[in-house]
T-cell receptor, first 114, second 114 residues
Framework: AQSVTQLDSHVSVSEGTPVLLRCNYS??????LFWYVQHPNKGLQLLLK??????LVKGINGFEAEFKKSETSFHLTKPSAHMSDAAEYFC????????????FGTGTQLKVEL | SQTIHQWPATLVQPVGSPLSLECTVE??????LYWYRQAAGRGLQLLFY??????ISSEVPQNLSASRPQDRQFILSSKKLLLSDSGFYLC?????????????FGPGTRLTVL
């Protein structure tokens, strides 16, 4: 069965410093992986998706993620944090089978300090 | 372009009262549709998904139900709300045909049951 584990429930960085949000996946097949962001009381917005075309995936707002099969990881990074990046981030894996269902990680709350 | 709407945005209901949350999608045909619940401090839980009109799959046993009376309309209902039904309800859609279907989320409905 497919699943994702987000290793940190909270991450705090200073503005202008790099961001690293960690995610490990479990899948018997070549997975479809996504990162979503959720600002308070808002819906989820897709940041990026892994489609197997390239292991380094670039997303919106300067975020990117690297798919590492040997480490079963799909960590989200950004070179320089901005105050507006403060939000909750979800690592997501698509389940095989009908309905195109997704399994969400438990989320990482990113705090950006001045 | 595609858009997804949810209403109401917020709702406060007494225990035992009925519930009806509505979700509509514009700009696409025959989407897969999903209802999620996000409880405070927890990740997203898939409640229902639908691959077509009148076709509903339930993921968890509960006192909620879903219906899809039209291609782009998805309704979440309850006959009698429980305190545990409080949470943030998110509707999402995805394309029916593709290998890497991301889901697109609505703005959500904040439900408080008192």
């Amino acid at each position: 069965a497919q699943s994702v584990t987000q290793l940190d429930s909270h991450v705090s960085v200073s503005e202008g410093t790099p961001v690293l949000l960690r995610c490990n996946y479990s899948s018997s097949y070549s997975p479809s992986l996504f990162w979503y962001v959720q600002h308070p009381n808002k819906g989820l917005q897709l940041l990026l998706k892994y489609t197997s075309a390239a292991t380094l995936v670039k997303g919106i707002n300067g975020f990117e993620a690297e798919f590492k099969k040997s480490e079963t990881s799909f960590h989200l990074t950004k070179p320089s944090a901005h105050m507006s990046d403060a939000a909750e981030y979800f690592c997501v894996v698509r389940l095989t089978g009908g309905g195109n269902k997704l399994t969400f990680g438990t989320g990482t709350q990113l705090k950006v300090e001045l | 372009s595609q858009t997804i709407h949810q209403w109401p945005a917020t709702l406060v209901q007494p225990v035992g009262s009925p519930l009806s949350l509505e979700c509509t999608v514009e700009g696409t045909s025959n989407p897969n549709l999903y209802w999620y619940r996000q409880a405070a401090g927890r990740g997203l839980q898939l409640l229902f998904y639908s691959i077509g009109i009148g076709q509903i799959s339930s993921e968890v046993p509960q006192n909620l139900s879903a219906s899809r009376p039209q291609d782009r309309q998805f309704i979440l209902s309850s006959k009698k709300l429980l305190l545990s039904d409080s949470g943030f309800y998110l509707c999402a859609w995805s394309r029916a045909v593709s290998s890497y279907n991301e889901q697109f989320f609505g703005p959500g409905t904040r439900l408080t049951v008192l």
